[in-house]
């Protein structure tokens, strides 16, 4: 039997929004299968003079885009922006023809050039036409870049002189970035015009970058057009047959030693705290496909003096359902077969309601158990203060602590997504995923369909979730561990030291993987990165 969970989270499409009905869930979380041509046309009406200045490299072009359904959008102008009382109307005009994947599947064909860089002069031009439309008709164009500044404000100027740079450079993630600044900064023309030069460079299946670029392109133009839950509701693509998403999942797990080892910290807390425990309680905050517990239960049979009685309560989602295809009873049959194989007498009970939905009730706590709760991947998905006055997150902290565990183990991943606004979001998915997806390299070659079906189906989502969505409808809020700490502190909690063994296991593991991955100890906490970028942090509280 093997032993596999999924993305950064038991479940890497566990999106399952807390409060949400399962009716949205199975219309919502779609996956982005299907990459679609799209022609959109961009243009300025001016008002005073009744001409139409217009960027010619967007208008009258197609390029290809991925997996968001058309629609129509029109947007008033913001009157920062322009000088005169004049729209623009934005236009996602859906064609009929579908793109499929392959190792040369891009959002512009392989032999397009950008619509823009042809030529020197040529690029010159549209700069000339970008000022004309960003600065209003009443301005005269100037072939003095420098008189150019003195009009315009800095902001301008220094995302002009970015585009200057960025462009003819090819430069993918200096172009995401500026594409960012401009929708932060409500600049509807510029943005239009980033992401005509993207399509031209992104690719499912090239480098990290162009990888990563095309789902966080993807999120840009989720961001741009809508918003809430018609984003979601924009994905046309179809949910995979489940056993190919567990397949997906299986795959990222065995590729990606964070989420393996994140769990391995966490069950050698558990193992550390309950040594001398006959009866064992463990409840689950996302059990997903129970794989967590299989090496648990092993290392419990061979315990000096026999194992203890376990029970695990399981805490279900609606996607680690249909991954699995079917309810926490499959769960509870798998674990209970390995636990009779190894002699463990075992108990499995079930509770397929949303982590941030639980209450006391629904943990079946019995007198005379030692009991231990895990958070792996789980709590950031969990409203806090920011979402609702409810605040779950901080809530079933302090339940929990009420509960009087021996041992508290908590998994995340490390960077902040929660309350930033989206520039400052963006750039923190950037790097994350930048790192991610680097990793990812190293195993699988880029044209192997393997790799684009894990990377769209357990990581795009949350790309695009993070970027795209605001309010409740933005289930990815991850903090950083120092965050974290203070939440626990909080409720009520203290430190409890990870074990020493197996935090030596896990770096003599990590030596059969690319000698990039790295395992560092810090103030009581394992974290495990790319280089020199955290990615997974473990720690444990009593």
């Known amino acids: 039997m093997q032993d596999f969970e999924p993305s950064g989270i038991k479940s890497s499409r ?46 009258n072009s197609q390029y290809r885009y991925c997996t968001l359904e058309s629609s129509s959008l029109s947007v008033k102008k913001d009157p920062t922006m322009f ?19 392959s190792p040369e599947t891009n959002y512009g064909s392989p032999s ?35 008189v150019l500044g003195s009009m315009a404000s800095a902001e301008i100027l220094d995302s002009l002189r970015q585009m200057m740079e960025a462009i003819p450079k090819k430069d993918l993630k200096q172009l995401l970035i500026a594409c960012a600044k401009a929708i932060s900064n409500n600049d509807l023309l510029m943005a239009q015009w980033l992401m005509s ?36 509701k924009s994905f046309i693509c179809k949910e995979p047959a489940s056993f190919e998403l567990l397949s997906y999942m299986h795959i990222l797990f065995e590729i990606c030693p964070f989420f393996k080892f994140g769990y391995m910290s966490a ?76 002699k463990v007498p075992f108990e499995f009970h079930g509770a397929a309601i949303a982590g941030c939905e639980v209450n006391l009730e629904n943990l079946g706590i019995r007198p005379n158990e030692a009991l231990a709760v895990n958070f ?3 709590l950031h998905r969990m409203p806090d203060e920011s979402v609702n006055t409810e605040n779950h997150r901080d809530r079933i902290l302090r339940m929990v602590k009420g509960l009087n565990p021996m041992v508290v183990t908590l998994v995340e991943q490390e960077f902040n997504t929660n309350t930033a606004a989206f520039y400052p979001r963006f750039l923190e998915a950037l790097d994350y995923y930048t790192a991610l997806f680097e990793s990812i390299d190293v195993t699988l070659p880029r044209e192997h369909k393997a790799r684009i079906n894990v990377e769209q189906h357990c990581l795009a989502r949350e790309v695009v979730n993070i970027m795209a969505c605001e309010g409740t409808e933005r289930v990815e809020r991850h903090e950083l561990l120092g965050k974290w700490r203070s939440r626990f502190n909080m409720a009520g909690f203290s430190p409890y030291p990870l074990s020493s063994l197996v935090n030596a296991t896990i770096k003599t593991l990590l030596e059969n993987y690319c000698n990039k991955y790295r395992l560092e100890e810090r103030d009581g906490a394992l974290y495990l990165g790319w280089m020199d970028r955290d990615l997974i942090a473990s720690c444990a509280w009593k």
């Open 112 to 146: 397009s050039v950008s619509c823009i860089t042809e030529d020197a002069n040529n690029f010159r031009n549209k700069l000339k036409e970008l000022e004309t439309v960003m600065l209003g008709p009443d301005i005269e164009p100037y072939d003095d870049y420098t």
């Open 197 to 232: 030069e993207l399509r031209q460079l992104v690719s499912v299946s090239g480098e990290p970058m162009q990888r990563l670029g095309a789902y966080m392109l993807e999120g840009l133009v989720a961001k741009l057009s809508s918003s809430g839950s018609s984003i979601y």
């Open 376 to 378: 792996a991947f789980v």
């Open 14 to 59: 566990s999106n399952a929004l807390c409060r949400q009905p399962v009716r949205y869930l199975e219309s919502s979380y779609s996956l982005p299968l299907t990459f679609q041509p799209l022609d959109h046309h961009s243009s300025y009406n001016n008002n005073a003079n009744n001409n139409k200045y217009s960027i010619s490299s967007i208008q």
């Open 267 to 342: 069950n050698g807390a558990i193992a550390e705290a309950m040594k001398d425990e006959d009866r064992i309680h463990i409840i689950d905050f996302q059990i997903g496909q129970g794989s967590q517990w299989i090496s648990l239960i092993r290392a419990f049979a061979s315990r000096p003096g026999g194992p203890p009685h376990i029970r695990i309560t399981g805490i279900d989602d609606f996607t680690s359902a249909y991954a699995r295809g079917g309810g926490l009873n499959i769960v509870g049959r798998r674990l209970s077969k390995l636990a009779k194989t190894f």
């Open 83 to 101: 000088n005169s009382p004049s729209e623009v109307s934005l236009s996602y005009q859906e064609s009929q023809s579908h793109l499929r994947h």
